[in-house]
């Protein structure tokens, strides 16, 4: 029979909203909604079965839309926690590959002192006669690939920049003091790299050269290159460069932490005034008299109507 059929399909509909939510009274509804269900089914001659099918219509139904509408916007708050969630593990295992990468950094460094070596040995030529080529882009290969996960954060970017008066030889694409240039030349151009910083969203440099207490900023801005003034030395921090990957590990595990139990706070969460209102509908329901051979589908019907004008968004 098309009713009895059709009232299967909702008493399927509503165990499976009943397993999500897990609310001891929409427990006892289902029960109850399949017990009015065996007894219409058990004694089809005798009952008029068109009064379970009012009776789906005016409360199950009601339950379901309701129940199907709260399911989809808790379901759309979870996905947008577990895309959150999941990119901040993806940025985590790049970050668990980086460490890997230390002996890289240590190794592509001296590569970089090479290259910036030879960039300020061709300029030096270029301006005393001798035009050589040099490369900008060359150099900036190590900056590109560590300077986010290794530079040092600095607030202070005022004793890294040019102090004011510098002399200063200008060639194509990129600035040099002079006395750096020539304090340079006298020592072969032998440099080392000492660290590099991140200050106010700009990236610098810090050289050694070697053979003397000369140190020189590059400026990855502006590609100047000039000495740092005694006057600022003890303000910077001198120490290696390591992978600052540690501290946002922690940061991030702290975030997912934060996201999982805000997921299964909305999990876990339902609304009050939609437990009232399961409430009362089991109370309606639980109190109809089934020898009676008829439900009483009139009383009560306005608590389940009301379940649809919920504000679910509060």
Known sequence: ????????????KLKILENFFKQPDLVGIAVRTEIIHSFFE????????SKLELFHLQYTDSLIELLRKLKKQKEATILNIDTEINAHKAYLAQLAHSDKRESSFETDQRFHETEVSALLEAAYSTLTGLYKPYNLSSIRSFPNQYAQSYFRDDDDVTHLLLVQGTKLYTLEGL?????????LATKNFKLRFVCGYCASRQY?????ILGSDDEFIWNLQTNGFYLLKEAFKHQLNREKNTCNSGTLEGELDRKIGILEEKRK????????????LLKKYRETIDNNNLTDEQLNIEEEKNILNSMLDLNLNN
């Open 1 to 12: 029979m098309k009713i009895l059929n059709d009232s299967k399909r909702r008493l399927q």
């Open 42 to 49: 058990k004694n089809i001659e005798a009952l008029d079965a």
């Open 175 to 183: 600035s040099i003091e002079r006395l750096l240039l020539s304090r």
């Open 204 to 208: 610098f440099e810090l050289f050694r």
């Open 265 to 276: 706070e909305v999990r876990n969460s339902f609304p009050d005034d939609v437990k009232e």
